[in-house]
């Protein structure tokens, strides 16, 4: 068996998620093709984002119990052979209905695999030394959708639209056989597992529990207020303020390298402050850009010099909230780590799905839809962290205190 060293799985991990990441950023210089291409507005081609959460969110809310009942390895691969199978049918979309059922189909293998990262590295590690591996996966994710965009718009530019997909195909073949030759099943077929009813028993158990949900709803809302800058950004960068697609790419990527640099900012910092402390810092940090992005519009003085700046603050503090809220709320359930992040999972791309059509469906010549949404989805998750897990947060305070003394 393959020895799985903390860095061997960051890996490993980061090769299975970034499927997400690439789905989801690399035809956004394409959109404007795509949807002339179907004959469909830009705005309802975006909307594509939205049914790609929504069946992720799906995919991860069955897969995880799946998983914790059959193993880890079994449904991921049939998750990535699902999202294989669905990529190569979106080569040839010829309309705005087929395009969001096969990115339907296609999200749902990719939620299959995706549900199993978080899940694989709490079968092997917990609290700050689960938040470390976090980080690190998650900072070698980030190069997904820093090149997904540059990777789309010069396939856009090789052919048209369906190379991407194309593409992603080929993505999802490589990690198949990666992942079956080098990853070993971390936690195994479990006769035990539970029946359906415990399975949503095991649901509402997650939901009713206080201080999980607060960190639940932290990621939710930091997640949400990303995806309605990701649904809104090839409009509002590249038609409201008239940025051309070669350098799109390039200012896109810009959030991603904060998220980056915030990700191992995280690592460090985890040294001497709680994970709980962490991610509130990333929190008030989002929302202080976020105010400043609805002042900007709403004063006038909006621009792609001074609203980009804004949004890579606020996505890039995704490195230090995700991490963070996850390894927080999966130490409270150790023997139903994938049951608990399929649901965490699902709420997450629920909650992005619902920003995205809200960005979307308004087909607003304006920036309002994009920075009230991400406005909203941050205060939200502020108050709800504060709210639901306040005492546990003090508590964490305390006992660092202490322990520094």
């Not at 860095?7 to 002339?36: G, K, Q």
């Not at 590690?125 to 689960?130: I, P």
């Not at 309605?228 to 590249?238: K, R």
């Not at 709680?274 to 003085?301: D, E, H, K, R, Y």
Request: with cysteine; hydrophobic share 55%.
């Amino acid at each position: 068996m393959t020895t799985l060293t903390a860095s061997r799985l960051a890996l490993l991990v980061a090769a299975n998620t970034a499927l997400a990441p690439l789905a989801i950023d690399a035809y956004l210089p394409a959109m404007p093709s795509l949807a002339a291409s179907i004959g469909a507005s830009v705005h309802h081609t975006e909307l594509s984002l939205s049914v790609f959460l929504l069946g992720f969110a799906l995919g991860q809310l069955i897969c995880g119990p799946l998983s914790d009942r059959f193993g880890r390895k079994p449904v991921l691969m049939a998750g990535l052979a699902v999202f294989m199978i669905a990529s190569l049918a979106l080569t040839q979309v010829g309309s705005l209905a087929t395009l969001w059922g096969w990115r339907f189909v296609q999200a749902l293998g990719g939620g299959a695999c995706v549900v199993n990262s978080a899940a694989i590295v709490r079968d092997r590690f917990s609290g700050r030394e689960a938040a470390r591996v976090m980080s690190t996966m998650v900072m070698i994710l980030m190069m997904a959708p820093l090149v997904a965009p540059a990777i789309g718009s010069a396939l856009l530019h090789l052919a048209d639209w369906w190379l991407i997909f194309l593409f992603l195909a080929v993505y999802a073949g490589f990690v198949l056989w990666l992942l079956g030759r080098h990853l070993p099943e971390t936690h195994g077929r479990d006769p035990q597992a539970p029946s359906a009813r415990r399975i949503l028993a095991n649901y509402a158990s997650v939901l009713r529990h206080r201080e999980a949900m607060g960190y639940i709803g932290a990621v939710s809302m930091s997640f949400a207020g990303m995806f309605a800058f990701i649904t809104g950004s090839p409009y509002l960068y590249m038609e409201h303020y008239g940025l051309s697609t070669t350098l799109y790419p390039f200012v896109f990527g810009a959030n991603i390298l904060i998220m980056a640099s915030s990700s191992r900012l995280n690592i460090r910092l985890l040294k001497r402050r709680t994970p709980q402390q962490n991610l509130l810092l990333g929190l008030g940090v989002q929302l202080t850009a976020g105010s400043l992005l609805v002042a900007l519009v709403a004063t006038g003085l909006d621009s792609i010099y001074t609203v980009a700046p804004l949004m890579v603050v606020f996505v890039g503090m995704q490195g230090l909230i995700s991490p963070n809220a996850m390894s927080s709320m999966l130490d409270h359930f150790p023997h139903m780590s994938a049951t608990a992040t399929a649901l965490q999972g699902c709420l997450q791309f629920t909650c992005g799905a619902v920003s995205g059509a809200l960005v979307g469906a308004f087909e607003l010549a304006s920036a309002w839809p994009t920075v009230l949404t991400m406005l909203g989805a941050t205060l939200l998750g502020n108050i709800g962290v504060r709210v639901l897990a306040g005492r546990a947060l003090k508590r964490g305070e305390i006992a660092l205190g202490e322990s520094e003394a």
